[in-house]
């Protein structure tokens, strides 16, 4: 009877471990967390940039939920939000100027790669690679923009 109690106890104690660990291991998705733009860093073609930009994510390794919050080159304030899987699916996405949807893919635990579409079509494919450090986030803008330019853009935030 004690060998049993012992036995239930470890098991017990090992499912807790277990649990403890895969919590921050979720939590500590490489994209999550609040980014703001480096002005100084970023790269707009064409421009001019935007005056600042500050995005937080939420993410879990398999969803994300991303709002933007930023001052357009105009001094207009633009908000960005969506929520979406990494599975390649249309999710809809609201502020965008130029997308009705994104989707959404993880080539790795440290990229995420954005396809922006309007009315079903591909305008704007943004590739965002969080460093090794996890301090910098860089996303590469590639695609149109709602007045049908080419845009070539690579902004650069700090993790705040």
């Given at each position: 009877?004690?060998?049993?109690?012992t036995l239930a106890a470890l098991a017990t104690t090992l499912l807790l471990v277990a649990l403890a660990l895969n919590v921050p291991v979720a939590a500590a998705d490489t994209q999550s967390g609040t980014w703001k733009m480096d002005p100084a860093k970023s790269k707009y073609d064409p421009g001019p940039a935007a005056k600042s930009i500050t995005v937080k994510i939420?993410?879990?390794?398999?969803?994300?939920?991303?709002s933007s919050d930023g001052i357009d080159a105009a001094g207009n304030p633009t908000h960005i939000e969506y929520t979406a899987k990494y599975d390649g699916k249309d999710y809809p996405i609201t502020g965008a100027p130029n997308a009705d949807t994104v989707a959404l893919e993880r080539p790795d635990a440290s990229t995420v790669r954005s396809t922006m579409k309007k009315d079903g079509q591909v305008v704007m494919t943004i590739t965002s690679v969080v460093s090794k450090d996890g301090k910098t986030r860089t996303s590469t803008f590639k695609g149109k923009d709602a007045k049908g330019q080419d845009v070539n853009n690579i902004v650069v935030y700090n993790k705040q």
């Open positions: 009877m004690m060998r049993m109690k939420e993410s879990d390794g398999d969803n994300i939920k991303l």
